[in-house]
């Protein structure tokens, strides 16, 4: 089947450690961001990536690093720089929007991470 | 900077009822794209209805309508003959269409209860 996964579902991590999360999607989709969901917020974009070996920092990145090797996957590293990393993690995929009705984003469904 | 507002924290509705959830946005673009996503406790975020501001027809998906006035910069969904199964949190977003990949800017969401 088609989609997105991400794993793990839960993650807790102790202070000071660094943390990578994982999002691979087998939709040929060129496109792949990374969000954060608080309580009581929307989402808010951290990363994003248009292409293979290229990410943007979206608004809120300071204490996070992506790569994109493959165009399949995008981990999203939570460092120790963090200052507050327990969030809801979502990964969503798209083709970019020049191509015909396909601006939109799928999500997979999410990891959740705790600092202890 | 574009935002997206939410006015109703939380909704209730009976099931087979109609209800109508509100999302105005800010922005200084004439062509974007318009997104509402459902997020069951499972936390899959799920794409419910699309619009682009250059239709002037408002979007269906089955139950899902929404009704788009460009220059009230308005947006709300209207869900019809309500199922349990629509109890969620519900999001609007907002994009800009130009360019590639463009991140979704998201309101603090509404939450859907189902009475039965």
């Known amino acids: 089947d088609g989609g997105i996964t991400q794993s793990p579902k839960y993650l807790f991590r102790k202070e000071g450690q660094n943390v990578t999360l994982s999002c691979e999607q087998n939709?040929?989709?060129?496109?792949m961001y990374w969000y954060r969901q608080d309580p009581g917020q929307g989402l808010r974009l951290i990363y994003y990536?248009?292409?293979?070996?290229?990410?943007q920092k979206g608004d809120i990145a300071e204490g996070y690093s992506v790569s994109r090797e493959k165009k399949e996957s995008f981990p999203l590293t939570v460092t120790s720089a963090q200052k507050n990393p327990t969030a809801f993690y979502l990964c969503?995929?798209?083709?970019?929007?020049?191509?015909?009705?396909?601006?939109?984003?799928?999500f997979g469904p999410g990891t959740r991470l705790t600092v202890l | 900077a574009q935002t997206v507002t939410q006015s109703q924290p939380e909704m209730s509705v009976q099931e087979a009822e109609t209800v109508t959830l509100s999302c105005t946005y800010d922005?200084?673009?004439?062509?974007?794209?318009l997104f509402w996503y459902k997020q069951p406790p499972s936390r899959q975020m799920i794409l419910v209805i699309r619009?682009?501001?250059?239709?002037?027809q408002n979007a269906t998906e089955n139950r899902f309508s929404v009704n788009f006035q460009k220059a009230a910069k308005s947006f709300s969904l209207k869900i019809s003959d309500s199922q349990l199964g629509d109890a969620a949190m519900y999001f609007c977003?907002?994009?800009?269409?130009?360019?590639?990949?463009?991140?979704?800017?998201f309101g603090k969401g509404t939450k859907l209860t189902v009475n039965p």
């Open positions: 969503a995929s798209s083709i970019p929007s020049w191509a015909l009705n396909t601006d939109t984003q799928y």
């Open positions: 939709l040929n989709h060129d496109a």
């Open positions: 990536s248009q292409i293979v070996n290229d990410f």
């Open positions: 922005t200084s673009e004439s062509d974007y794209y």
């Open positions: 619009q682009e501001a250059y239709k002037q």
């Open positions: 977003a907002y994009r800009r269409s130009r360019g590639g990949s463009e991140k979704l800017v």
